[in-house]
């Protein structure tokens, strides 16, 4: 079974609607990840959650909330987002927190906001 | 301000040759580096990373070497296989000058790397 899985992996959404990606790990690892890539830009660092808690919050917008209800499961929920937020969004986990340990990721989800 | 840069967006090479991406950085406080490999429609995996305190580590056929000094690092595939092809993010830790988290990992643009038959 795939290690990270994200549903949707395509999402279309106009800037008044609330969606939300799910990201599942099935590696019993206690950190996981949100990261977006823009187009021609680096891979963005967004959240981490290290056992539920989250532990970094790199200066999102609140259009994005973080949702972590347990460490198998993270969540993102959009809403009234913007055309320049369409981009890949990319789930991790990794072991424990910290950039010691390998981080594996998610096929991402791609999202166009209209 | 980038302070990760894949200077190359591409590189092609034969497959049984080397391949040598490169990758320079800004932040004198990274300590940590780590080289993925990312196929279409599937995010990146992890090959192959380096701690400050070495210049070179090998597995198989990928090697990465650092050069703390010119804030440099590059990845060599010898020899370069068809499977190889993929983009190749080249990303680094340590906290910055701010006294950064160690959470976060700072990538580059990436490099699209093609090995022709």
């Known amino acids: 079974e795939t290690g990270v899985t994200q549903t949707p992996r395509h999402l279309v959404m106009g800037m008044t609607n609330k969606k939300s990606l799910k990201c599942e790990q099935h590696?019993?690892?206690?950190?996981m990840y949100w990261y977006k890539q823009s187009a021609k830009k680096p891979l963005e660092l967004m959240f981490v959650?290290?056992?539920?808690?989250?532990?970094e919050n790199n200066s999102v917008p609140s259009r994005f909330s973080p949702e972590c209800p347990n460490s198998s499961h993270l969540f993102l929920h959009l809403h009234t987002l913007q055309p320049e937020d369409s981009a890949l969004y990319l789930c991790?986990?990794?072991?424990?927190?910290?950039?010691?340990?390998?981080?594996?990721f998610g096929p991402g989800t791609r999202l166009t906001v209209t | 301000d980038q302070q990760v840069k894949q200077n190359s967006p591409s590189l092609s090479v034969q497959e049984g040759r080397i391949s040598i991406l490169n990758c320079d950085y800004t932040n004198s406080m990274f300590d940590y580096f780590l080289w993925y490999k990312k196929y279409p429609a599937e995010g990146p995996t992890f090959l192959i990373s380096i701690s400050s305190i070495k210049d070179k580590n090998e597995d198989g056929r990928f090697t990465v070497f650092l050069n703390k000094s010119a804030k440099h690092l590059s990845l060599h595939i010898v020899p370069s296989q068809p499977g190889d092809s993929a983009v190749y993010f080249c990303?680094?830790?340590?906290?910055?000058?701010?006294?950064?988290?160690?959470?976060?990992?700072?990538f580059g643009k990436g490099t699209l790397l093609t090995v022709n038959p």
């Open positions: 959650y290290s056992l539920e808690e989250r532990v």
């Open positions: 991790a986990s990794s072991q424990d927190e910290g950039t010691l340990y390998e981080q594996y």
């Open positions: 590696l019993g690892h206690n950190a």
């Open positions: 990303a680094a830790s340590g906290g910055d000058d701010s006294g950064g988290s160690n959470y976060k990992l700072t």
